[in-house]
């Protein structure tokens, strides 16, 4: 009786279990290798024996470890079959099992092998073009912007996934993920339209040898940035002329009197490669001319082309011309566009820094940012020599005004004397000062934890930044960002700190300039050039009108804020096509605004 009971359980522990036999749709999970080996185990110590280890196994998944003959008033019996069966696996499942794990455990290393090889090889490749379910999953990852988790999902095959044991729920876990925080939109730049950077050299207009008509020196005037877009216009210059050009000397009389000569700013040799294919340059003129008389004359403002063509005759007499002025010296339209590309290509790609400049730039750069944070770059213009310039003298004291007054009268080339300084500023013709910066950029939207470099010298008056570092006390400047030793060989050079600041407002995440002048223009141009990059240029006359009425309470804060970003939604550096004017002098600059000329919509050819 004992041994038909016990046959009874052991065929009854054969039967499926309902939760498997729900239907075609709940197909159970297959095990691993891993799996299987612990459920022998587990089987070969259990009395309860005949059905088999993967069917106890499957029950134990599903929370359903019931052992017949246990639970159901049944008595197993060591005589049994069963129990004779149980020793006989036992015995065989010790002997067997060192072997079988061994074996199992090689191929599941190989396996695993295999798998990584095989993703670290995709990595390697590289982008996002591959077939099967891994472009599928990951679309559009690759050489840019791709998040990781996109990557990850793109390089996994389904055969990796198996070898490696992730399932299907691993893979979509990772799929839905959440995206990393979208980038505020006050950080977000205006987009391209389509605009690309289009400065390619047309191969039939490669210099191919190094005869020129003679030899051209070039004065560089003014601050650095005036004389970087001039010596940019002279390597067009040179080119019309068909002149060999001698490095620029810099200007060493300016406001700043700064001794630096081209070499210590500006690499020599990368200037010389960028511009070889287009014309000559040298160092100096050779010694066999060193003893000719050199024609001196400052050109012509906003001269056309055919002003240097006529001049080539000149040079060809004289052999050694030299031209004592270099800003806004040639016209910003109608010249040809292999011009307008070259005056590009001289001040976006061949005008580099040196090492040692770009080093320090790139370094407060990373400092700014911390990490991954964001940075405004402030072109705060409320220096002395250009408040006193302009007559602007809104929110100092009578002293610091009276101060102002007198520098201008002693400037004898400043032509302007008497200027009403409230008149002048409700035209919108003031630089705005520090308290109404802090204000707009406030009203854009910039909360009071953003990090703010100031691109200026040093601001005029006592307590002028009072308001600005109030409302925003992450004030940085190139004094405050770099050490002492690394500022020590620069701190004498006014034009080498400018070409720090200006590699950190070029790189900064938004560039605002509170008034127009050479560093503004410089930057925007170089700016948009890079890809449109978010520039906010205040429109100073309306401002001054709506921080007015705010002031004297006839306008809420929230009416301002509204205001200011309605009038400023397309003052962002955004792309427009610069236009003629009457004149030159009233029309937007070459370099503040390089399209047309060096920015194209680049059309697709109908395949």
């Known amino acids: ?134 472009a599928g999953l990951g679309a559009g990852a690759g050489a840019d912007g791709a998040d990781d988790g996109g990557r990850l999902l793109q390089r996994v095959e389904v055969a990796d996934a198996d070898a490696l044991g992730w399932t299907a729920e691993n893979l979509t876990a990772l799929a839905r993920r959440p995206p990393d925080a979208t980038t505020p939109e006050i950080w977000m730049k205006p987009g391209s339209e389509g605009y690309s950077q289009c400065i390619e050299r047309p191969r039939n207009q490669r210099r191919t040898n190094n ?44 406001f700043w009197t700064d001794p630096s000569d081209f070499k210590d700013i500006f690499d020599v040799e990368h200037f010389k490669e960028t511009l070889k294919e287009d014309i000559v340059v040298v160092d100096s003129v050779p010694p066999a001319y060193r003893r000719v008389k050199t024609y001196v004359r400052a050109p012509t403002s906003w001269s056309r082309a055919s002003y240097y063509r006529d001049f080539a005759r000149i040079l060809k007499k004289f052999k050694v011309v030299r031209f004592t002025h270099t800003d806004s010296r040639i016209v910003n339209n109608g010249l040809a566009p292999s011009i307008q590309r070259l005056r590009c290509r001289a001040n976006y790609k061949a005008l580099q820094y040196k090492k040692e400049i770009e080093a320090l730039g790139n370094t407060l750069v990373d400092r700014l940012r911390n990490g991954s944070d964001h940075y405004i770059a402030l072109h705060l213009r409320y220096e002395k020599d250009m408040l006193s310039f302009t007559g602007c003298n809104h929110n ?81 400047t190139h004094y405050s960002l770099a050490t002492v030793d690394e500022l020590e060989p620069l701190e004498l050079y006014q034009n080498r700190l400018a070409a720090v600041d200006y590699i950190v407002a070029l790189q900064s995440d938004v560039f605002v300039y509170t008034y127009d002048g050479n560093m503004a223009r410089a930057v925007q141009g170089h700016r948009r050039f890079e890809g449109f990059r978010k520039t906010i240029n205040p429109d100073r006359l309306k401002f001054v009108e709506l921080i007015d009425k705010l002031d004297e309470g006839s306008m809420t804060w929230g009416e301002f804020q509204r205001q200011v970003k309605k009038h400023h939604e397309n003052r962002l550096g955004g792309p427009y096509e610069r236009l003629p004017g009457e004149s030159p002098r009233q029309e937007e600059y070459f370099y503040s605004n390089p399209l047309p000329g060096c920015l194209c919509k680049r059309l697709e050819r109908s395949k």
């Not at 008033?73 to 005589?79: E, L």
């Not at 008509?213 to 390597?235: C, E, P």
Request: net charge neutral; with cysteine; proline share 4%.
């Open 1 to 134: 009786m004992a041994a038909a009971a016990t046959a009874t359980t052991c065929s009854s522990s054969t039967t499926t279990s309902p939760i498997h036999s729900a239907g075609p749709h709940h197909r159970r999970r297959q095990l691993n290798d891993i799996e299987r080996d612990a459920a022998a185990a587990a089987a070969a110590d259990d009395p309860c024996c005949c059905g088999g280890a993967d069917h106890h196994a499957a029950d134990e998944e599903h929370g359903h470890a019931h052992c017949h003959g246990h639970g159901h008033g049944h008595g197993s019996a060591p005589a049994t079959p069963c129990g004779w069966r149980a020793r006989r696996r036992r015995a065989w499942a010790a002997a067997a099992a060192p072997g079988r794990a061994w074996m199992r455990g090689v191929v599941l290393c190989l396996l695993v092998l295999v798998a990584v090889v095989g993703f670290m090889g995709s990595h390697r490749g590289g982008g996002g073009g591959g077939g099967g379910s891994g």
């Open 211 to 254: 005869a020129t008509v003679g030899y051209l020196i070039v004065d560089a005037n003014g601050g650095l940035n005036q004389m970087r877009m001039g010596i940019s216009d002279m390597v067009a210059v040179a080119k019309i002329m068909n002149a060999s050009l001698v490095i620029p000397t810099l200007d060493h009389q300016s």
């Open 396 to 476: 100092l004291t009578v002293h610091e005004a009276e101060e102002l007054t007198d520098m201008r009268l002693r400037v004898r080339h400043w032509k302007e004397k008497e200027i009403n300084s409230e008149e002048r500023r409700l035209q919108g013709g003031c630089p705005m000062t520090p308290r109404e910066a802090a204000v707009f950029l406030k009203a854009m939207g910039y909360p009071s934890t953003t990090k703010i470099y100031i691109v200026a010298g040093e601001i005029y008056g006592a307590r002028s930044m009072d308001a600005l570092k109030a409302e925003y006390p992450n004030i940085f």
